[in-house]
């Protein structure tokens, strides 16, 4: 009898040890850009697969880089929380705590770094690499371009080694490149660079206000259940990114079982307000499809030239995929998202969906012998169809979440219409002065 009940009260720990419950993987998808890889739902009513009698001619993929240790901005967040209980350590003891709390009496500590690629994000992208070259077998890619940023290469490598095998870098034919992200290099994957008038704070301002009204009932809460803690919004903010981040880092973390669903959402529609604010719809004007447009351009000319690669394969961030999606008018929503919170529980701007880490942004140029006339294009974005609304004409554009490619370029005439320095780019983003 003593031994069964020792054994069974190591079960919880066994069980913490991995997402075993559908649904706590389903709340650690919804950790919004922090997210860990997953790919999307598939739309109620639109076919995951093309016609059998469908060829893909052109691929580009716009990759994210995987998950990665928290920026150092965030970090101080989590070692602020951690130091806050650490030197509490006796008013912890005397808790009364949840099961889900008892692992802070043994004392947590963090040794999370930051800015760089972790071990499940070199995972993430070692395995994009191998199922790019099994969906894609016939091609064989000649170059790669990555955004010059240590985690984004880093995972382009990683990409490789799964793609071409560890001989990659000794390909002779194929070419590895990287672009600066800096505000001297125009580029596609970091245009809000070159851009003097984009803000971080169009997007920042609206989370900071959102936290001050989301985040103090959770830290009324978890000081309740703490008492002579002191925690304070900012240390809230600290144990949401400790969940997501020790996530990103290990595959686990105690603090994910701390919050409830609800608690889980608003930190989630935090991530999307910041990503929708400085790199979306939220931005002043059409400072956002005007960023996007860089990239909208170089899908259009690609796709329109005989000559062109019949594979990209680039890296680059989670901006750089919601700035593309704010050009093409998909995801977007009205009313706009709002700073005081969620007005729309089936908003379609998620970034847990969209850009969650390694995130694949993959545009395929097609033509079939019968289901469709002439060329055609479709996203799919994290492994799910995202159904280009703003071009589709029949039955089949809607069953398959598709579009001619002629369509495509006339409903992307806004992207058309503008490019790098331009006047039209100058006066939606002031004179960028090189
Ligand atoms: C972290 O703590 C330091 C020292 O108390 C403080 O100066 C800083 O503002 C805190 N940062 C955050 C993000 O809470
Ligand atoms: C107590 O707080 C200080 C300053 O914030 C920190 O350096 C120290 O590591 C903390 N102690 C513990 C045990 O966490
Ligand atoms: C791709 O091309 C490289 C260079 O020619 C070659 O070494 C490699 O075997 C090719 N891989 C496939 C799967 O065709
Ligand atoms: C690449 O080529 C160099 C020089 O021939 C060789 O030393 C190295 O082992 C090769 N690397 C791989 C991964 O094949
Ligand atoms: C680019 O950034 C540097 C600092 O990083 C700054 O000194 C310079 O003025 C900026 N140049 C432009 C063209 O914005
Ligand atoms: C962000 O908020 C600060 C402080 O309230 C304000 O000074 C700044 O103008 C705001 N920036 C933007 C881009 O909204
Ligand atoms: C078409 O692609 C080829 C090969 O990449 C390139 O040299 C040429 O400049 C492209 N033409 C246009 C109009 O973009
Ligand atoms: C794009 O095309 C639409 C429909 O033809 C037209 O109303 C709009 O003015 C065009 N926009 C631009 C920027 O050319
Ligand atoms: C836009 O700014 C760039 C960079 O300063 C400049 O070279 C270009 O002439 C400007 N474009 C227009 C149309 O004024």
């Not at 608003?266 to 991530?271: A, P, R």
């Given at each position: 009898m003593m031994l069964f009940w020792s054994l069974l009260s190591l079960l919880p720990l066994l069980v913490a040890a991995v997402p075993t419950s559908s649904a706590e993987e389903k709340i650690w998808d919804s950790l919004g850009n922090l997210s860990p890889y997953h790919p999307a739902p598939i739309p109620v009513g639109v076919s995951a697969d093309l016609p059998a009698d469908c060829t893909v001619d052109q691929v580009m993929l716009m990759g994210r880089h995987g998950s990665r240790f928290p920026l150092a901005s965030e970090l101080v967040y989590i070692q602020n929380m951690t130091y806050k209980l650490g030197n509490a350590s006796a008013a912890v003891a005397k808790a009364k705590l949840p099961s889900s709390m008892q692992f802070l009496k043994e004392g947590y500590t963090t040794k999370l770094g930051h800015d760089d690629l972790s071990a499940p994000g070199r995972l993430e992208l070692f395995k994009h690499g191998v199922n790019f070259r099994l969906k894609y077998p016939q091609f064989n890619a000649t170059s790669i371009l990555a955004g010059g940023q240590d985690r984004v290469i880093e995972s382009a490598q990683w990409f490789a080694n799964g793609y071409y095998g560890r001989i990659w870098p000794n390909i002779s034919s194929t070419v590895f490149s990287e672009i600066a992200e800096?505000?001297?290099?125009v580029s596609w994957i970091t245009p809000m660079d070159t851009c003097p008038k984009w803000d971080y704070n169009y997007g920042n301002n609206a989370t900071v206000a959102w936290?001050?009204?989301y985040l103090p009932a959770i830290t009324k809460r978890l000081n309740k259940l703490l008492p002579g803690v002191g925690l304070t919004d900012d240390d809230t903010h600290g144990a949401l990114y400790a969940c997501a981040y020790d996530l990103a880092a290990y595959d686990v973390s105690p603090w994910c079982?701390?919050?409830t669903t609800t608690e889980i959402k608003?930190?989630?529609?935090?991530?999307d307000l910041l990503m929708d604010g400085a790199f979306g719809y939220n931005l002043p004007g059409v400072m956002?499809?005007?960023?996007?447009s860089l990239y909208v351009n170089k899908l259009i000319e690609r796709f329109s030239n005989a000559s062109a690669e019949p594979?990209?394969?680039e890296f680059g961030h989670d901006t750089t995929i919601d700035m593309i999606l704010t050009a093409l008018g998909l995801a977007k929503?009205?009313?706009p998202l709002s700073a005081s919170g969620p007005v729309n529980p089936n908003r379609k701007f998620r970034t847990s969906n969209q850009v969650p880490f390694a995130a694949q942004m993959v545009w395929e140029k097609f033509t079939c012998s019968s289901s469709f006339q002439g060329p055609q294009i479709r996203l799919v974005l994290n492994d799910a169809p995202l159904p280009l609304t703003t071009c589709a004409q029949s039955k089949e554009d809607k069953a398959y979440g598709t579009c001619s490619f002629d369509a495509f370029v006339s409903s992307n005439n806004f992207s058309t219409s503008i490019s790098w320095g331009d006047a039209a780019w100058n006066s939606t983003c002031g004179n960028p002065g090189f």
């Open positions: 800096d505000n001297v290099t936290g001050k009204i079982d701390v919050f608003d930190f989630e529609y935090e991530l956002g499809p005007t960023l996007g594979v990209y394969l929503d009205t009313p």
